[in-house]
């Protein structure tokens, strides 16, 4: 059974303290590894798709890199309009059937800024 | 360009009653999920619908059932309610290509369905 954890849990910033959040992954075989940005009582947004080990994405303030076990999403200097609940999930090359959309997600990790 | 939308935005039912979710995905998309996320915990996979037919069903009971219709939306049906049904159902469209079998194509979600069960 496909399983993903995120961590830490929760992750408290000052403005411009760069971190990174970390996302384990266990497929059998892997698809796509995805990340998304969910503010409170919103839907997930999609930031980066991952499909190889050695891949990195950038966008603004953020970077994805993926190995054969793991993930993880760099934040540069971040900016209080960061804070939000960041979400890993993976699709399963072997899901079997006709599946083109099984996601399996972690539980997230929520990032406060402070200014 | 229209994004995936949902309705109704927050609903309140009573334990043993039936809902009813909607979801019209993004333009030019042909294929909807469904998610169940609680509180605190990452979306749950419920099914997915793709040319009016279910194609994968996570581990929920079959009181939770859909539909996808020709011009791609898709319903939610859950019957007989819980207490512990109350969560934020998802809707996410995605494209799919059929003549890549192995390619993946992003899924992009609605806002969401408030469900409170009381």
């Known amino acids: 059974e496909d399983q993903v954890t995120q961590s830490p849990e929760a992750l408290r910033l000052q403005e411009g303290e760069s971190s990174s959040l970390n996302c384990s992954y266990t497929?059998?075989?892997?698809?796509?590894l995805f990340w998304y940005r969910q503010d409170p009582g919103k839907g997930p947004e999609f930031l980066f798709t991952?499909?190889?080990a050695g891949e990195e994405k950038e966008k603004e303030r953020l970077k994805a890199t993926l190995t054969k076990k793991e993930s993880f999403l760099h934040i540069t200097a971040p900016k209080p309009e960061d804070s939000a609940t960041y979400l890993c999930?993976?699709?399963?090359?072997?899901?079997?059937?006709?599946?083109?959309?099984?996601?399996?997600f972690g539980q997230g990790t929520i990032l406060t800024v402070h200014p | 360009d229209a994004g995936v939308t949902q309705s109704p935005t927050h609903l309140i039912k009573t334990r043993g009653q039936q809902v009813t979710l909607r979801c019209s995905p993004k333009?030019?998309?042909?294929?909807v999920s469904w998610y169940q996320q609680a509180l605190g915990q990452g979306p749950q996979f419920i099914f997915q619908?793709?040319?009016?037919?279910?194609?994968q069903r996570g581990n929920f009971p079959d009181r939770f059932s859909g539909h996808q219709f020709p011009n791609y939306s898709s319903e939610l049906n859950v019957n007989a309610l819980l207490l512990g049904d109350s969560a934020l159902y998802l809707c996410a469209s995605s494209l799919i290509f059929r003549d890549i079998p192995s390619s993946y194509n992003e899924q992009f979600f609605g806002p969401g369905t408030r469900l409170t069960v009381l």
């Open positions: 497929v059998s075989g892997l698809r796509g």
């Open positions: 333009s030019g998309h042909d294929t």
């Open positions: 619908y793709y040319e009016e037919e279910e194609r």
């Open positions: 999930a993976v699709a399963d090359l072997n899901a079997g059937g006709t599946s083109y959309g099984k996601l399996t």
């Open positions: 991952l499909y190889s």
